[in-house]
């Protein structure tokens, strides 16, 4: 029997329901009980008062009965029982509870040292997908009597941007979490879904002090949960709670306690004099209630019909039309193919003879053809001797294009084989990596050898600077996928988000890269990473509203860190 | 009007300013001087009381210093409320004409690329620091001014690519290329009741370069000009000129 848990479709590919508010309210009723826990809810709080104020917010009072219940009063209104949970992590005690007949609930992060507070005020039916947990911060304080109010307030920061982490819940539940970015987070789910995919949600950030965090993500495009904890990096310990509608449409409300390891630190960007306490984001509406910046890739790029994708390729086909914004630091285009004549001929598929007439024209053919098929296509030589080509099939059904790796130092061959379509978009781009010898007079393949899948690369990431305003980071955080960050203009990480991808190894130091973006626009990348020189070289091809597109990227890299993650992945 | 090839290729050169490094200064001197005699002769001869001359002067003065300060902080929709009626603006070898085309150049074109924003030039393309500041000239009736003020700001446009990085870019503000550009704004000034209002604003471009700030070196660059008008160019001008 297997071990390993695998969900039938990962989380981009669930259609989940769009809840309506009465169905919220009707399954958020239970929660009035308080959250639950697998470890024992601390009774720290328990028999006490205490009077929250908060800078721009709500005034609370609390009085708490015992461990389990409480009555809260928002701004003097009527106080309301409640059931709640408080977990403490050294100095910091953290409790949780909603507000029964509502759907909102509050999340209190007390320093007891400091009598410093966040708030995290939490509610649902704020978005137009009515199950995604909204959430607004506070910052304040407990009032003590006789007391002047402190001036310090926790904030937000970028002190803990750049960190990974492995987590093992009380819950038995294990995640991987980076945070590459100071508003968003990604996550790899290792006893959910088996591990295999990273996924991105917006997320916040707020120092306490030099070595405690806390930290939310809500998974927004998906099932709208939030999962929120406080972090002390010292023995990367945690305590959270988690609060939202499951992919069976079930509530999850509980908080748990975890234990974790730090699994590396990449650098951050940012002037040294840039703490991260203001968030440089030049987006509109970011000072109303709940706002925070979203990438919602799925409202941007909804699914074509077949007939849609035809009717956008019969306006508009675009094969290496130039002027490409990833494309800015690409490298100069190779002659090295111009009249050369060879055959590829991949393991258990198809074998191709090619020749090249000029920079830009190529014929090819399949192996025993007679006719020749004359084709657009554009080279890069990104190490000696090495050759990565791309060009379209032209007339055939599905869109089919072809990214070659020519290895002529060692007689071999990688081919990204691409259509436009899968089983689940019209416009998603499937493709396999075919991997065989090329067949040249002069030159005798091997044997045995081949270019082959790799996890070189899994863990490190690397910075990709497409022209002088367009940046991105790349975390290779899993075998099977990615994810990128775009940075800001001060040299913060921004929006972020994911997709699977793969990874073959050419030489020492040089990797084909393929990714399709299938929770998003469906387009692929395909690029050759060369370490050596920092740089890489490829091809981005798609079928999207504005037609058919096959065209070149390129972009310098820099080395930006490493997480050691490899040791989680892999058939048990 | 697409950067990203305008950047790599030759484009449309009609009526291209000397983009050369050392071309701001000389031209704008050049410029400066002979509107300096201009003013110092205008009093002059027309014999307008000099304390109301220098009084509308510097109220001409506030309204550009005020035009400039609204661009810098995106304060777009204000900036449109500056111009009279049927005024004109001659941006990148486009006319703006009428309330409706100008609020066309700021609240769409400048707005998409942040453009406006003053940032110091870019760096060898710095003005002559003996060169006048601004010059304004009031007429004898004190019913108009012109007027000639430096500028140097950032222009930029969209990237338009619909690529998830580009997109995400643009979500957070970002996915615009930016660049420099210095120049004389050139102004005419009417009063409209009490106050100034712009009749005109024309950009005399000098240089642009491939600068932001933070950089410690600029080259010129070379930005084709408006090639088609409203509506081709959904946030063109009304002619090009």
Redesign the interface.
Known sequence: MAKATYPKEHMHRIKFTKLTREQIDRKLAPAAAGPKCMSEFSDVLGGKKLKIVTDSGPTVNYAFKDRNRLTVSVDGKASVESGYGALALERVVFFSHMVPKTQTGYNVFIDLDSNLVTVIEVWFSGYKDLREVQRQIYYGYVEVAAKEAPEERHHLTNRIEGKGFYWKQDTGIETLEFYPSIVSSSFVELTRLGGELTFCSPSDYIQINDHMFIYDRTECEFSGIMTLYVMDLLDARQVGMRLGFNEKDALEYYMFRGNGEILGQLAIFEPFDDHGEKIPLNMPGMDQKGARPVYRPFGDHPPMTAEELEEAVRKNTSIFPGGDAMAGNRMELSDYLVGKEFTVRYDDGPAWNYRFDDLKKLHWREDGETQWHEEVYEAFEPDKELIFFAHMHSGVKPYECVKIVLDFANGLTSCVHSQVGSKYMANEVSYKFIFGTIEMEGLTPPRYLRHTFTDELVGSALTWNYSDTLTSMHVYSTPHSYSWTIFMENGAMGMQWSSPSRYAMIRDGIYLFSWVEEACNGGQGTIIINTKIMHDCGFGFSGTKDGLRLSTMGAYARNAGVYDVKRFFGPE | M?I??SL??SGDNRKQPNTGRRSFIWKAGAAMSAVVASAATGFSKTGVDRADALKDANAVRTLHRTYESRLNKGMYEEVVGMFANNAEVVFNGGLFKGEKSIRRLYCEFFQAG?TGKKIEPAPGFEPDPEQPQDIVDVAADRKTATGQFPYSMQVGTP?T?????????R????????WWEGGTHEVTCVKVGESWKIRRLEYRLVSKA?Y?PGRTHARAIDIPAFSKVYPADPAGPDKLV
Not at chain 2, 171 to 178: A, D, M, N, P, R
């Open positions: 697409s990203t090839k790599s290729g942040q990237m690519e619909d690529t998830s990085l580009v997109k995400m870019a979500l957070q503000g970002e996915g615009i290329v930016k491939d932001r």
